[in-house]
């Protein structure tokens, strides 16, 4: 995120909003005459404190919470990046993957340039710092950079004490403006601008490059594909749901989502629980489609850290049962029905269908949001293999019986583009269909972009 007003302390609260989106590491850089930054390991509480941070003045800023994708979660990763150039400072925060991030450090390595970190957001800074040095027209060193770059970017760009948000040409990931009470301001999620007393204005568009004035901001483009590629996986789990993302309000997707579920998949059951806390939309949905009662199933330790991104499997099914426990009175001897957004690798629910029989439900059924993940994102989420998917070589029968429950349905991919109300030529739907919006070396392109709309 970014932002132009007393930057460090806002940001600070900007990124506890957004905190969900990235838990490994948090860092933000200011502007007061010169760049500074203070980044770290840890949550945003835990990295933004002390005597350091309260030195950091100045009103303009960028921010960031990081979730690794591409690059090891360590020190040398967290961001913003800032680089020293003849033409001046320069700070980064990225969201999303390059694609092509292996080709381009391949060739400049080859060309000698050297690099610091194992992150793609690396390769974005040095090749915007070198545009810098060939140009004093700030925009232009921007539309250059990515011209060269294929892939999933929402930036956030602080050029001395110019601030810029762009977004790559199908927007992938979200970015938003809004105005503050002092000033404007950039950020993945809409939510960051109700909780600052501000108001939203409107999204940043697919290919835009929009610059933070200190009385409002411009906004300039690059030509971008006739279709967006918006990742469904947003509106299904990623984003809050008190969010607007490309103006659909997430927690009305989510229970559209649920809806459609519950028309596609029905189920004779006494009772539906929501996985908390992104389960819950579209148990909402459920419910209110197929007439049987909600309830709340699970009491969630809210200080438990993610268990998806646990790296080991016992530590994953040792995370799962510390983080929920079945509320018994809504289970015990019924016919319950447990909604989760997504299975990814089915680890998480085969031990929440486990601990709900424990609790005495009589049957245990499964719905669920998001169609089968059954292929790798390479645009920003962390599902990067074949084997590790629930859904490979499996049919949905044998899914049921991995995760031990009575029945499971998912929605499907027609039945989620319906919920979403959005084409489907402008969504990603890359992990589900396996047909990628651009050139992925070795997978299929679901429709070729003329290289032209690129440029
Ligand atoms: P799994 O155990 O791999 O099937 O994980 C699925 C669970 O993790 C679901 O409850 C989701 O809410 C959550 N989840 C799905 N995708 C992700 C992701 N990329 N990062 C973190 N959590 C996720």
Redesign the pocket.
Known sequence: MAMTCNAASTMKRALRVIQHRGQESAGVAVFDGRIKSLKGMGLVHEVLCGREFDMLSGNVGIGHVRYSTTGTSSPENSQPIVVSTSAGELALGHNGDIVNADKIRMKLQSEGWAFLTSTDSEIIVRLLANELTQTTDAVRAIKNTMRVLDGAYSLTVMIGGRVFGIRDPLGFRPLCIGKLQNGYAIASESAVFDILRGEFIRDVAPGEIVEITPGGFTSSRVPSPLHSAHCMFEWV?FARPDSIVDGKEVYELRKNIGRKLAEEQPVDADVIVA?PD??RGHALGFSEKSGIKYEEGFMKNRYVE????LPEQNK?DEGVLLKLNPIKSTVAGKRVVIV??????????RKIVEMVRRAGAKEVHVRIGCPPVRAPCYYG???KTREQF?ATNRTVEQIAKMITADSLGYTSVKGLVEALEISENDLCLACLTGEYPSNVPGEKTRYQQTLEAHI
Request: glycine residues 8%; hydrophobic residues 40%.
């Open positions: 789990y996985v992104s389960g993610r268990t998806f991104i994953r989760d957004d997504s299975i990814v690798r089915g680890t998480t629910m989420i962390d599902m629930a």
